[in-house]
């Protein structure tokens, strides 16, 4: 084995050679822009400048290139990322290509994405993980829509350093007139994004000028090749390394000795000897070890995959968070979040859609729309759904509580995709905003849908027959009052009436429906809308049975009573208010008033949620003390409306 003047071996060298490029960082970034702008030329000629096109590649190009080529004398570099047949017949771009080379200081991997509008599912898929954006212009053309589009994209998705690339230098004769009015145009528009860091630099991704090398036809240019740019870009800094975030994924128990969590760390530095929190548990212990497949660690941080094993046998399992007991993420099931659409089904609200975040996955809704983005404007619109590729702002609710941040703050505990719970495709993406009080949540049971849309098929069996047969029409009769009111007494007295008198019905009680179908929501407003909407739904398909339910909620918002109305339909509706003053509510149930009024418990409706009395109830039973409840008016009732026989 020779050595050389240092006496190392040639194994020697080619150790450190491996350790060295072990050791370089890496950056991802996309390029971005109109179509025919450039992008897969750059990026081509990115490869090809800096010698890190193999050679079975350039024969493949120069094959490609005389049968194929758009780039008439030169060679169309372009082909090294036009990979589908369909790129390559209209010499566009249609999906994300990701491409990988190094250079003495740097590992990239770039994501070239599509142009075209009807693709920015595919930028923002290429985006999600990127570092740097490259947005190429036209010099040609300027600042155009495309370019408002995917500078906005970038700053939505959190990118901190964008390259605005004016391509195509050499058909404006290299004019520094020309890149100055384009650089002004844009930088006047990204002073409205959040995007930190933005350099300009004129190009020509077919001819070579400033991509590796600089250009002598643009002697007026002191900056940057983009190369040069790639190389030393500082990106360090957009990790999180101060908020502990570590997402269990999986429980290793190799051994009966051994059980330790396996996770990616997304944020922050966890040490062994730290003291760790488990969320939502919020149980405690401290990390006794740090290992990866090479071995034990002292500490780790994003984007490292490790195994913790902890002091204490504390219940840890998929899903579940690790954080530092001061440095606590949000506990919520109500948020805010810019939402992409990205699937060609229209979104439903109060659809359950299902949630991934970290490495948790429950079931969501969508609560509201808040507005939708114009992209290419930037202005904001009401809307009712999205549609492939809408973009906008919405309130979400989940199951069970996330531990999550702002997107802007931490972007792996901020974003999440949305699934569809029967095809399991990905409908969109989101990136969390802030949480929402409760006391703002929007409360809605009816959007665009009504009582016909409620029920898909149709029976075999006519009304008049069910009505024939079971002797009575389909109704629902909804008893609303304060807790402690007597409704309850009301309602099973009735059925008892009607029973007797050979009536089918069906008595749904507030706490039974919450003790099953309802059991993951609270008593929240947005919560205690969901829960009437289940009910609403039930009562209609029962109702389209024949039966008649009997329902006593307290249903304390009149609008709300209108929407479950709408949904039931109204000819079947039948409002009972219960009217009993607080007092004698409160010698009714005294320990869940004197809880609220403790502050132990809240959203209790006519102490510190509102209760608004029906403005038109069909009965009104006024109970006062030592009223005896009795349901023989509502017999009445629904004898003289033909709902029961006489």
């Not at 703002?440 to 009304?463: C, F, H, K, Q, Y």
């Amino acid at each position: 084995m020779h050595n050389n003047s240092e006496g190392k071996t040639v194994t020697d060298e080619i150790v450190e050679f491996l350790d060295r490029d072990q050791d370089k960082d890496l950056l991802r970034f996309l390029t971005a822009g109109s179509v025919d702008d450039g992008k897969s030329t750059l990026i081509g000629r990115l490869l090809f400048d800096s010698k890190k096109i193999y050679e079975d590649q350039l024969i493949a190009l120069e094959r490609d290139n005389a049968r194929e080529g758009h780039a008439e004398n030169d060679t169309d570099y372009a082909l090294l990322l036009d990979g589908l047949k369909a790129e390559r017949e209209q010499g566009i771009t249609i999906d994300v290509a990701y491409r990988y080379f190094s250079t003495n200081k740097r590992k990239f991997i770039i994501a070239d994405t599509p142009g075209h509008e009807q693709y920015t599912r595919n930028m923002v898929t290429g985006a999600s993980t990127a570092n740097l954006s490259i947005i190429l212009v036209d010099a040609r053309k300027g600042i155009i829509t495309q370019t408002k589009r995917h500078t906005f994209l970038a700053s939505l998705l959190g990118i901190k350093h964008v390259v605005l690339a004016v391509n195509k230098m050499d058909l404006v004769d290299y004019s520094q007139e020309v890149f100055e009015v384009i650089c002004a145009d844009y930088k006047d528009f990204v002073t409205r994004l959040n995007i930190p860091d933005v350099h300009c630099i004129p190009i020509s991704a077919l001819k070579g000028d400033n991509v590796v090398e600089h250009s002598e036809r643009m002697g007026w240019y002191d900056g940057k090749t983009m190369l040069h740019f790639l190389e030393t870009v500082h990106v360090g800094s957009d990790q999180n390394f101060i908020d502990l975030r570590y997402p269990v994924q999986y429980v290793l128990r190799p051994s009966q000795g051994y059980r330790g969590f396996a996770a990616k760390v997304a944020s922050g530095i966890v040490r062994k000897g730290d003291e760790l929190m488990v969320l939502p548990s919020r149980k405690k212990s401290t990390v006794t070890s740090i290992t990866t497949y090479d071995g034990e660690l002292g500490e780790a941080f994003p984007p490292m995959s490790v195994a913790l094993t902890l002091a204490d046998e504390v219940d840890i399992s998929r899903g579940d968070m690790l954080v530092h007991p001061d440095n606590m993420p949000k506990i919520e099931r109500h948020f805010e979040s810019m939402l992409v659409w990205m699937s060609e089904q229209p979104m439903e609200l109060n659809k359950q859609y299902l949630i991934k975040h970290t490495s948790s996955t429950t079931r969501a809704r969508i609560d509201k729309i808040r507005y939708r983005i114009d992209v290419n404007t930037l202005s904001k619109s009401d809307s009712d759904a999205f549609e492939l590729n809408d973009i906008g702002r919405t309130v979400l609710t989940t199951n069970k509580p996330l531990c999550f941040d702002s997107y802007q703050k931490n972007k792996s505990t901020g974003s999440f995709i949305l699934i569809d719970p029967v095809s399991f495709n990905t409908v969109a993406v989101g990136m969390i905003i802030d949480r929402v009080s409760e006391e703002n949540m929007p409360s809605r049971i009816t959007g665009a849908e009504t009582s016909t849309t409620a029920v898909a098929g149709r029976s075999l069996i006519s009304d008049a027959e069910r009505q024939e047969r079971l002797r009575q029409k389909g109704a629902t009769v909804w008893i609303t009052g304060l807790h402690g009111s007597g409704k309850n007494d009301l309602a099973y007295k009735l059925e008892r009436e009607l029973f007797d008198r050979g009536a089918v019905t069906v008595v749904i009680d507030g706490s039974v429906v919450r003790s099953g179908l309802s059991r993951e929501l609270d008593y929240s407003p947005p919560d205690r809308a969901e829960h009437l909407r289940r009910v609403a739904h039930l009562c209609h398909m029962l109702n389209d049975q024949g039966l008649i339910t009997i329902c006593t909620f307290i249903s304390p918002d009149e609008d709300i009573r209108r929407q479950v109305a709408e949904i039931v339909g109204r000819e079947r509706f039948h409002l009972v208010y219960v009217d009993a003053d607080k007092e004698l509510c409160r010698e009714q149930e005294p320990d869940l008033y004197r809880k609220v009024e403790e502050g132990l418990l809240q959203f209790l409706p006519g102490v510190d949620l509102p209760f608004e009395p029906p403005a038109e109830p069909e009965v009104t039973i006024v109970q006062r003390h030592g009223d005896m409840m009795d349901a023989g008016v509502l017999v009445h009732y629904l004898q003289e409306h033909g709902i029961i026989n006489q």
